[in-house]
C-alpha cells in the first residue's frame, strides 16, 4: 500500500484535559509511528479566533496545547507539526475556496444551524452573534486538509459533516479548474474510548466536569476523588459496567489490569480504594510528561522554533501546491 497522508488539527481554545488525551492525542501519537504513514498535526489558531476573542488566551492556549503533545512525545523528525497562522497559503486558499463552496452548503453545518434554532427559540435575530467566521468555517478548514493533499483525517464525530464537505469541495474545485486536490476520508476511530467525566456524561469543557492533564498531582487525585459513583458500601459488590471509575481505568490499564479490577468490583472493592488505584495508575503515566511539560512551558522560545521549523516543513508542501493553484484559477503573472 502506498503511503497514506493524515493530517488533524486542533483549535487552539482551552487547556487540554484526560478526555483530550485518551480520545485523540494519545492515539494520534500512537498512529504517527506507524510506518507507511505521514502525519501532520496543527495548531488551528485561526479556527481558535471564531470562538474566543480573548487575544492572551489564544496566545496562551496555543503554547499549552504545543507543549502538550511535545511533552507527550510527539516525534516532530517523523512528523509535520506547525501552527496554522505560520501558513500564509492556508487563508489565501480559504478565499480561493470560498469562491466557488456554494453558501447552499454552508447553510447546512451543524455548527450554524445550532447557532440560528438557538436565537430562533430565544426569539431573536436567526442570526445574532453569528458571524461569518462561524459561518464559513468549514470553507478554513477545507483548506487546512485540501493544502497538504491529505487522505485520512482522524476527528471526532462532530467533524465528519466537515471533512465531507471539503470533500465536496475538493471536488467541486478538481471540475471546474485543475484536478489538484485529493478527495480527503473522515476516519473516526472506534476502538478508542469516549472518556466520561466527573459527573458521568461525555468529558467536555462545556459540561465543566473535566478532569486535568498536567495540572499537577494534587489536582489530579482531587478530581478523581470526585467522580460520581453511586451508595453501595465497601464489601458490596459493584458494576463495573455503570461506574465512571471502571471506564476511566480501562482507559489506562492493560488486559491483566482490567480483569483484575472487574474481579475486585465483583468483590465489592471500597470507591475510595478503587480511586486510590486509578489515581496511582493514571499518574504514574502522567508524572513524566507532566514534568516535561512544565519544563516546556517554562521556555517558549524553544516552542516557537520547533513550530517555526514546523512550518518551514509544511510550506514546502503549501508553497508550491499554492503556485499550482493560483495558476489554476488564472491568477498568473501578465507574461
Ligand atoms: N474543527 C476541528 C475541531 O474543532 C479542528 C480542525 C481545524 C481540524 N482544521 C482541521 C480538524 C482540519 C481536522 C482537519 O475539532
Same mark, same amino acid.
Given at each position: ?49 471564531? !470562538? ?175 467522580? !460520581? ?8 459488590? !459493584? ?73 518551514? !516543513? ?22
Amino acid at each position: 500500500m502506498s503511503t497514506r497522508r493524515v493530517l488533524t488539527g486542533i483549535t487552539t481554545t482551552g487547556t487540554p484535559h484526560l478526555g483530550n488525551y485518551v480520545g485523540a492525542i494519545r492515539p494520534a501519537i500512537a498512529a504517527s509511528t506507524v510506518a507507511d504513514r505521514e502525519s501532520f498535526f496543527f495548531l488551528a489558531d485561526y479556527h481558535a479566533l471564531i !470562538k474566543c476573542s480573548d487575544p492572551d488566551q489564544v496566545q496562551r492556549s496555543t503554547l499549552e496545547i504545543a507543549a502538550t503533545w511535545l511533552a507527550l512525545g510527539l516525534d516532530t523528525d517523523n512528523t509535520v507539526f506547525y501552527r496554522q497562522s505560520d501558513i500564509p497559503e492556508i487563508p489565501e486558499l480559504t478565499w480561493i475556496l470560498n469562491c466557488s463552496a456554494a453558501k447552499g452548503l454552508m447553510n447546512r453545518a451543524h455548527a450554524y444551524k445550532a447557532a440560528v434554532q438557538s436565537n430562533e427559540d430565544a426569539g431573536e435575530d436567526p442570526d445574532f452573534g453569528v458571524t461569518m467566521g462561524l459561518f464559513s468555517y468549514p470553507v478554513l478548514m477545507a483548506a487546512d486538509i485540501l493544502m497538504f493533499k491529505a487522505h485520512d483525517i482522524p476527528v471526532g464525530r462532530d467533524q465528519i459533516q466537515h471533512v465531507e464537505m471539503a470533500r465536496d469541495i475538493a471536488q467541486r474545485f478538481n471540475h471546474n479548474f485543475t484536478e489538484l486536490f485529493v478527495l480527503p476520508e473522515a476516519r473516526v476511530d472506534d476502538n478508542v474510548a469516549v472518556l466520561q467525566g466527573l459527573d458521568g456524561r461525555k468529558m467536555s469543557k462545556s459540561y465543566n466536569n473535566t478532569i486535568p492533564l498536567f495540572e499537577g498531582e494534587k489536582k489530579l487525585k482531587k478530581a478523581i476523588n470526585k467522580i !460520581k459513583t453511586n451508595l453501595l458500601e465497601p464489601g458490596e459488590p !459493584k458494576d463495573p459496567n455503570d461506574s465512571t471509575v471502571f471506564q476511566l481505568w480501562c482507559a489506562f490499564a492493560d488486559e491483566q489490569g482490567i480483569e483484575d479490577m472487574r474481579k475486585a468490583f465483583a468483590e465489592g472493592i471500597a470507591w475510595g480504594e478503587a480511586k486510590k488505584q486509578l489515581f496511582e495508575r493514571v499518574n504514574e503515566e502522567l508524572a513524566g510528561p507532566r514534568a516535561e511539560y512544565e519544563r516546556l512551558l517554562a521556555d517558549p522560545g524553544h516552542i516557537e522554533q520547533v513550530l517555526r521549523q514546523g512550518a518551514d !516543513k509544511a510550506r514546502t508542501h503549501s508553497a508550491p501546491l499554492m503556485a499550482e493553484i493560483r495558476e489554476a484559477v488564472g491568477i498568473r503573472p501578465m507574461t
